[in-house]
């Protein structure tokens, strides 16, 4: 089942556990020693963002590193950004409608 | 007269569910109303170029429904119904969108939206509150990737073009 992205950064924990692994790839090791939250908790956000695309994963040797995925992050501002200007659109439109309006009735 | 310094504010906030979005018109608050509940003003802005909202039926009152579908250049009817839940004139008026066919039978595969539009004259101005609220997350999601992935792109990619060939 796909998860759902908004509600994957809208948690703080995954929003830092992102920031941290913009800068460099970690280990869950390295990540969980960054919280104070159990190692169980940091391992399900780090899933979760997996499952989500915003960490990639990578082997190295025995060791598992994860990578942040910048083309999601950008991808869901792109939805945002569209829908953003549908709207602009949509009330460019209304405002000429409202133009018109005016100019058939007669203002006081 | 001021078009271009128009206020419009959108947000999106994930942890009620809803979209938030408000806009300014340089038009008095009866004229704006009527924009936004008469369907021979909606079909001229609702749907954005170069698809056009074609009104089939429409009954503004508490209860009452309009049915509509977003035409495509190449012809495609997307259907929806805006059933209207609350009226309260010239102030405030609350109803569900919902995706349907040509009868309005509504589509239960797509998510529902709850749509709250207030409106307000101040000074020379009419401003236009509204409010977009989903059951799920996912849902609000859905609506966002949906609205542009099956319908709206085309037109949204000509506009981001263009503003890329202005950019650059």
Known sequence: MRRDVFKAIADPTRRAILVLIATRAMTPNALA???????????KHIRILTECRFLKQEKVGREIYYHYNPDKLKEIDKWLEQFRKH????????DHV??????????? | MKTSALLMSFSV??????IKVTREFAAPLS???AAWTES???????APKPWQAKTKTMNFKEGGHWLYAMVGPDGTNIWCRADYKSILDQKKFTGEDKFCDENGNIDIKFPMAFWTCEFKEERNSTFVNIEIAFNEVSDLEKYIEMGF??????ALENLDNLLNTQLT
């Open chain 1, 33 to 43: 020693d960054e919280f104070d939250s159990t190692r169980q908790a940091v391992s």
């Open chain 1, 87 to 94: 709207w602009e659109n949509r009330f460019d439109q209304l």
């Open chain 1, 98 to 108: 409202l133009i018109n309006l005016k100019s058939d009735k007669n203002e006081n």
């Open chain 2, 13 to 18: 906030d994930k942890e009620n569910k809803k």
């Open chain 2, 31 to 33: 004229k704006v109303w």
């Open chain 2, 40 to 46: 021979h003003l909606l079909d001229q802005w609702w």
């Open chain 2, 149 to 154: 992935k099956d319908g709206f792109t085309s």
